[in-house]
T-cell receptor
């Protein structure tokens, strides 16, 4: 099946710093999504982004499908950005989502 | 809207017992998803429904697991018999339509099988 690798596995930032999270995938995809899980376990769907660039406030995401990667940018990080960020893909020809192992982000005040 | 509702929030049971997890999706959403999260395996999509019909159950681990969606406002995930390795957090999510739309997650059910 498709492989999804996220980097870095862990990241510690000072409040106000910017960061880039990466998601590499091993095959063509119909669908790519980014999720955030806060320290209390709540999951939020951040972006649906099979290709191109989207922005939502301080967060933006870019997927380059031809090169099989996606990037999640967090600008001016806040302590509430802490948690785990997951990338998930729907491989072409399949109808299920495969998740990466996530990037754990800690933003300190 | 109250969001996606899951019950129970916590369940502790003994090996061999039947476990039933429940989910009420957001009203008007046509797709419902069941996920499992463990330290070892991470997040996994178990099964999802469109318009109450199961679309993909390739993530269901084995025959001990079954899911139903008898109507648009209710779904169950059943494990019979349960085993300690089924211990996990089970999330339910719903979306307007399919995998290509924003999913809204419930708070999860933390299952412990002793």
């Amino acid at each position: 099946g498709i492989q999804v690798e996220q980097s870095p596995p862990d990241l510690i930032l000072q409040e106000g710093a910017n960061s880039t999270l990466r998601c590499n995938f091993s095959d063509s995809v119909n669908n790519l999504q980014w999720f955030h899980q806060n320290p209390w376990g709540q999951l939020i769907n951040l972006f649906y982004i099979p290709s191109g660039t989207k922005q939502n406030g301080r967060l933006s995401a870019t997927t380059v499908a031809t090169e099989r990667y996606s990037l999640l940018y967090i600008s001016s990080s806040q302590t509430t950005d802490s948690g785990v960020y997951f990338c998930a893909v729907e491989a072409r020809g399949y109808s299920t989502l495969t998740f990466g192992k996530g990037t754990m982000l800690l933003v300190s005040p | 809207d109250a969001g996606v509702i899951q019950s129970p929030r916590h369940e502790v049971t003994e090996m061999g017992q039947e476990v039933t997890l429940r989910c009420k999706p957001i009203s008007g959403h046509n797709s419902l998803f069941w996920y499992r999260q463990t330290m070892m395996r991470g997040l996994e999509l178990l099964i999802y429904f469109n318009n109450n019909v199961p679309i993909d159950d390739s993530g269901m681990p084995e025959d001990r697991f079954s899911a139903k969606m008898p109507n648009a406002s209710f779904s169950t995930l059943k494990i019979q018999p349960s085993e300690p390795r089924d211990s996990a957090v089970y999330f339910c999510a719903s979306s307007l339509r399919g995998l290509g739309n924003e999913q809204f997650f419930g708070p999860g059910t933390r299952l412990t099988v002793l």
